[in-house]
């Protein structure tokens, strides 16, 4: 056998181990990721049911208080919570899904939960989107970029937080 074939085989068998390498690591961290989804019931944040949101126990308070609160009957989480186009939904389910799984790995998050001024947003958004008879005249310039400034700056939320969770005592 010719040197130049012995260190082709080589290479070869090194090419071989290398890609078998790659493909365990690989499989262990698809393995991995399918049972954390699994194990922190992910397919139920794909829906719209508003228990999916008490899988983790921080947000107890939150959704023991809606239940009490005026929005219980029309409004559920994602009601106010995320926006209501098909992209923006789940782009955001993403974000929120991140952000909460990572905190809750690392054990990083603030207690209570406190809400992003992102996630504020849409809620403002989506408080004017269900509200707009009432608040136009409010936020009616704040769309349409006149000196009134935006939603944002009167804050439906300021005053009215207990309207989605109930009181917090």
Not at 126 to 131: G, I, Y
Request: hydrophobic share 35%; proline share 3%; with cysteine.
């Amino acid at each position: 056998m010719s040197k130049g074939a012995s260190r082709s085989g080589g290479r070869a068998r090194t090419a071989r181990v290398a890609l078998a390498a790659l493909a365990l690591a690989g499989g262990a961290l698809v393995g991995a990721t399918m049972y954390g989804f699994s194990y922190a019931e992910g397919l139920s944040y794909l829906s719209n049911d508003p228990r999916a949101c008490v899988n983790c126990h921080i947000m107890r308070p939150q959704y023991d208080g809606w239940q009490k609160a005026s929005h219980h009957a029309v409004a559920g989480c994602n009601d106010c919570h995320v926006p209501h186009d098909l992209v923006g939904k789940y782009l955001t389910k993403m974000d929120h899904g991140y952000r909460h799984s990572k905190g809750f790995t690392f054990q990083d998050f603030h207690e209570p939960i406190r809400i992003t001024p992102g996630s504020l947003r849409v809620v403002e958004d989506n408080c004017v989107r269900c509200h707009s008879g009432l608040v136009s005249g409010i936020v009616g310039g704040a769309h349409s970029g006149d000196a009134h400034g935006s939603v944002h700056d009167t804050g439906c939320v300021r005053c009215h937080a207990a309207v989605g969770h109930g009181s917090r005592r």
